[in-house]
């Protein structure tokens, strides 16, 4: 296994695990929310405070989801890592 396979390889565990980090966290925000609801429609108060949970986590479950997905896969974050290898090359062969 040469440098580039063993850092494909790192790289797709690094990703997969990230992804199921994710899932991980979905799953348990659907479950812990649904027991925040059921507190709140048969348990304390008139009125059904559930939602601010579930808007601020969900606020970050997406962000995470964001991260993971679209910053993670190699678009944004790939484009940006390309032009600081080059930059770096560059610096390195002399140049500016």
Request: hydrophobic share 45%.
């Amino acid at each position: 296994m040469n440098l580039l396979s063993e850092e494909l390889e790192r790289l797709a565990h690094k990703r997969a695990g990230a992804k199921l980090g994710w899932y991980v966290h979905a799953v348990v925000y659907v479950v812990v929310n649904l027991l925040i609801f059921a507190i709140s429609q048969y348990g304390f108060g008139s009125r059904p405070w559930s939602i601010y949970p579930l808007l601020g986590w969900g606020v970050g479950l997406a962000l995470h989801g964001i991260s993971v997905f679209l910053l993670g896969t190699g678009s944004v974050r790939g484009r940006m890592v390309a032009q600081e290898r080059k930059r770096l090359k560059r610096h390195q062969h002399g140049g500016s």
